[in-house]
């Protein structure tokens, strides 16, 4: 999807450290002092290919093990107990939480904002005063079929409006510029294995700070059909022929330059035939058809979780451009339908798969925005945002109460949390992935958890 509103620099320096990191090796660009330094910094990066998943991985933290010894631990993890999955889903750029959640029955909010305030639509069952946003239809249906929490003002004390500060603070699971590991990574740390990088998936170019470990292999991919093999002016069945005969090479003995020629040959072969099942896997439900590639994203997962690929933590950002200082209208409009239809197709399809009772999506961005509309038809950055979590076995509750406009705003002008995100973390660590939230959260015990596992 194209980035069609103008987002500010603090946006775009935070994507090219986040992008710095994440491709190990390359180098960081300057940092401001004073800014803190990206998640998982130091992991280093390998590419291999893993026969179960058929596609070609970048997996982090992992340069002791050879292929085989991952590919033998994938085996074995996927034969034993199935584990609950846990899917984040980032909003980047600031998601406006205020129109996510228009406060319609608010007397403040038409005067706060004279152009951009909504009118009519759905009210939410649990708070009159809050509508939804007429794109967000899919998650809508599933909060009324008691599959969707909503934490209509989730955030920390003290808030940092810098985008790059506020989005390591969700990542990191603290409100500290100097922790270099993800939460989700702390928690791969304690309970992972050192051979199962599918452990956590970053599907995306580059790995997601939450994901990033110490100690355990965490592994990155665009999508999971995204490897294929061209031949110029050669396709169809004589391709496949082709293909065929090249793999046969591998099987020749004779000098050194055609025993390596055959050997990379049949390795060529091996990654071909490892990839065929995700050239042309299916899904049980129609997913959005879009050029950005969340849909295809979310198809696969269910497809790799149909398949009994031992994934626990996956990390994906949503589609749209969220920064909306300018023309937020329509901008947000459309990031939040390809969101919303993708994440209801993805229900439906682990629905249909008998897979929906162990995967919990969790929704996020690094802050909401101001209250008051700037001169541009946008917002500026803010506090407190708008969350979901979404899944089978959610409570369908409220989590934290909006706190309305009249005395719900800080000396700034900006939402003050009743949801600390931290809380929420140390919630989802007990009550869906069954460890003590003290072993992953600093200063854990500081914070009430909310019930969100029925």
Known sequence: MSDDCAHCDGLSRSRLLHKAFAEAGRGLPSIEPGMPLPAGTGLTRRRFVVGGLGAALAVYGGAHLGIRAFEEGIAAAAAGPAQPVFVSIFLEGGADGLSVLSPQGDSLYTSLRPTLALSG????????RLYWHPALGGIQQLYSEKKVSVLPAVGYTHPDQSHFTSRHYWEVG??????????????????GKQNNPLQGLSLDDTLAPALATTKMPVASISTPDDYSFYSNRVWGEVEQRMLQGIGLLGDQHGDAGLVTAGTV????DRLRRQL????????????????DPFP?????????????LPLHCVALTAPGSYDTHTNEAGALSDGLQLTSDSLLAFQRDLEARGLADRVLVHVWTEFGRRAQENGDSGTDHGAAGTGFLIGSRVTGTMVGEFPGLQSGLDADGNLIETADFRAVYA???EQWMGVDAAAVIPNASSFTRPTLIA
């Open 174 to 191: 603290a409100t500290d510029a100097q922790l270099n590991s993800g939460w989700l990574g702390r928690y791969l740390d304690k309970i």
């Open 276 to 291: 065929l099942p995700f050239q042309s896997y299916t899904s049980p439900v129609t997913y959005p058809t879009s050029d």
């Open 296 to 308: 295809k994203r979310l198809a696969g997962l269910a497809a790799m979780l149909g398949l009994g």
């Open 121 to 128: 639509g759905t009210p939410l069952a649990e708070d009159s």
């Open 265 to 268: 040959s049949k390795q060529v």
């Open 427 to 429: 919630a989802i660590l």
